[in-house]
């Protein structure tokens, strides 16, 4: 079963930047997607970005476009999500998340992130002044 483990939440005033690490173990595809998700209260999980780990190709959506970058260092199972710009309505849990079958990044940050069989326990991001 793989393993996520998110860490690098707290809080953080508006316009400020935090990175959050996602360590990955036990992994059981070669070549994956992977990638980062957030619940805030009240709402529905929402997916940000996906990254690829054969070749690092990234997704991302537009709620995040342009302030938010996803990485990913594949010698140490590392996806790490780098968030400027932060603003009240990022503040949520963020997770990261794989899925054991093979899936595109697109397909994991559209609709298979709903079906994904691996989530890490979260890590809490408040934006507050």
């Known amino acids: 079963q793989v393993q996520l483990v998110e860490s690098g939440g707290g809080l953080v005033q508006p316009g400020g930047s935090l990175r959050l690490s996602c360590a990955a173990s036990k992994l059981t595809l070669d070549y994956y997607a992977i990638g980062w998700f957030r619940q805030a209260p009240g709402k529905e999980l929402e997916a940000l970005s996906c990254?690829?780990?054969?070749?690092?190709?990234?997704y991302y959506t537009d709620s995040v476009k342009g302030r938010f970058t996803i990485s990913i260092d594949n010698q140490r199972n590392m996806v790490y999500l780098q968030m400027n710009g932060l603003e009240p309505e990022d503040t949520a849990v963020y997770y990261c998340a794989t899925d054991s079958r093979p899936m595109t990044i697109r397909r994991l940050c559209t609709d298979g992130f709903l079906h994904a069989d691996s989530w890490g326990q979260g890590t809490q991001v408040t934006v507050s002044s």
């Open positions: 990254i690829a780990s054969y070749d690092s190709s990234t």
